[in-house]
């Protein structure tokens, strides 16, 4: 029993001397305190993000210009199967003015027009269910 007092007497004596300690003087910044963790933000933080992002996390330009391989503004079929084949798969409805390419926004807008068609047949479906009784 005195050996446990003594080991408590002497973590109280130290964790006293410890607190009366006082911080340097003469520093300019301010101390940090060992329960402060620094955080530093990842570099990815810093990068700025694309203006439209995907859910694969970049933007519809961006995955254009990386298939329009000639960078003149116009996405043939064999551009849009090597790097963008959903473009390819509806290429000829995208294709409203039948010239052989696509512009990044004619893409855009058959997107548009795709969204539009699914909600309005979502909303079509929604108002023929009946309504569960509670």
């Given at each position: 029993?005195?050996?446990?007092?003594?080991?408590?007497?002497?973590?109280?004596?130290?964790?006293?001397?410890?607190?009366?300690?006082?911080?340097?003087?003469?520093?300019?910044?301010?101390?940090?305190?060992?329960?402060?963790?620094?955080?530093?933000?990842?570099?990815?933080?810093?990068?700025?993000?694309?203006?439209?992002?995907?859910?694969?996390?970049?933007?519809?330009?961006?995955?254009?210009?990386?298939?329009?391989?000639?960078?003149?503004?116009?996405?043939?079929?064999?551009?849009?199967?090597?790097?963008?084949?959903?473009?390819?798969?509806?290429?000829?409805q995208i294709d409203t003015?039948?010239?052989?390419?696509?512009?990044?926004?004619?893409?855009?807008?058959?997107?548009?027009?795709?969204?539009?068609?699914?909600?309005?047949?979502?909303k079509a479906a929604t108002?023929?269910?009946?309504?569960?009784?509670?």
């Open positions: 029993m005195r050996l446990f007092a003594a080991a408590a007497a002497a973590v109280l004596l130290v964790g006293a001397t410890a607190q009366a300690q006082s911080p340097m003087t003469g520093t300019t910044a301010p101390i940090a305190s060992p329960a402060a963790p620094v955080v530093t933000p990842p570099a990815a933080a810093s990068k700025v993000a694309p203006a439209t992002p995907t859910r694969r996390g970049r933007s519809l330009q961006d995955r254009f210009d990386e298939a329009n391989v000639t960078h003149d503004g116009h996405l043939t079929m064999e551009q849009a199967r090597a790097k963008m084949p959903s473009v390819a798969r509806d290429f000829a003015a039948k010239a052989g390419y696509v512009t990044v926004d004619q893409i855009r807008e058959h997107s548009r027009a795709m969204r539009a068609q699914r909600r309005a047949a979502k108002a023929t269910t009946p309504a569960k009784a509670q």
